[in-house]
C-alpha cells in the first residue's frame, strides 16, 4: 500500500473503507460479478458482515481487505488507460487469457489467493500485449 493511501486509511478509517467499498461495488457491478463472487474477492468475510457492507455500513476493514480493494482498483484503472473504451477494458476480465492458464482474469482472480490479484495487477500495469 502506498503512503498516500495509508495517510487516508490513518486520517478517517471508517471513511476510507466506506469510500473503497463503494468504488469496489461499482466495479463488480461493471464486471458483472455476482455476490457470492464479490465475498471471494474481499476474503470471504462471513455473510452477516458483508451484507452489512453491501448496506455502506462500514464500520472497519482488515488490512487484507483494503489490500485486496486496492487491487481491483488499480486493475480497473489500468484497463481504463489501455482501452480507449470502458466497456472494452471491462469485457476484457472475462476473456481468457493465456497469462493466467487461458482463464480470464476474473476466473483467475476468484481462486481467492491476494497474490492471484497481484499478478493481474502487475499484468495490467505491465508492458504486455492486450489482443
Do not use: C
Not at 55 to 69: A, K, L, P, T, Y
Not at 111 to 122: A, N
Amino acid at each position: 500500500m502506498d503512503k498516500h493511501t495509508n495517510n487516508i486509511l490513518q486520517q478517517d478509517p471508517r471513511k476510507a473503507a466506506r469510500i473503497a467499498l463503494k468504488v469496489f461495488l461499482n466495479i463488480m457491478d461493471a464486471w458483472g460479478v455476482n455476490l457470492e463472487q464479490r465475498q471471494v474477492f474481499l476474503s470471504s468475510p462471513d455473510r452477516n458482515e458483508f451484507e452489512q457492507w453491501q448496506q455502506g455500513n462500514v464500520e472497519s476493514m482488515n488490512r487484507d481487505v483494503i489490500i485486496r480493494i486496492s487491487y481491483i482498483i488499480g486493475i480497473y484503472k489500468g484497463l481504463g488507460l489501455i482501452f480507449n473504451d470502458r466497456s472494452m477494458a471491462d469485457e476484457w476480465v472475462n476473456k481468457p487469457n493465456k497469462e493466467f492458464n487461458d482463464q480470464s482474469a476474473l476466473e483467475f482472480m476468484l481462486g481467492g489467493d491476494i497474490e492471484q490479484l497481484k499478478q493481474v495487477r502487475e499484468f495490467v500495469d505491465g508492458p504486455f500485449n492486450f489482443s
